[in-house]
């Protein structure tokens, strides 16, 4: 069974850090690129970061470019995700999954999902 579990989320206050942790199971981790998605109420889900299972190449969203930082563990089987400068707008549930990247842009590759953990920034 898939199983993805984020953590680290919380308050901060703008300009603030975070670093969210995502333990991945059930599946080969070496075998997937994985990512980190976003869902601020009434808006759709986005894709803001996503790492390469063949050589750790990184995207991430124009929006995030800069101030987050992705990275993966394959030991531990999880995936991270450094964020630094925080905004309001960076308010959301994060989620990680698995991705693919179109034009640069991180996009869910299956429709496996955690529960996510939830980000508030304050201004």
């Known amino acids: 069974e898939v199983q993805l579990v984020e953590s680290g989320g919380g308050l901060v206050q703008a300009g603030g850090s975070l670093r969210l942790s995502c333990a991945a199971s059930?599946?080969?981790?070496?075998?997937?690129?994985l990512g980190w998605f976003r869902q601020a109420p009434g808006k759709e889900r986005e894709g803001v970061a996503c790492?390469?299972?063949?050589?750790?190449?990184?995207y991430s969203a124009d929006s995030v470019k800069g101030r987050f930082t992705i990275s993966r563990d394959s030991a531990k089987k999880t995936v991270y995700l450094q964020m630094n400068s925080l905004k309001p707008e960076d308010t959301a549930v994060y989620y990680c999954?698995?991705?693919?990247?179109?034009?640069?842009?991180?996009?869910?590759?299956?429709?496996?999902w955690g529960q996510g953990t939830q980000v508030t920034v304050s201004s």
């Open positions: 059930g599946f080969t981790f070496d075998d997937y690129d």
């Open positions: 999954g698995a991705c693919t990247v179109v034009a640069g842009i991180p996009f869910p590759a299956y429709n496996y």
């Open positions: 790492i390469s299972s063949v050589d750790d190449s990184a």
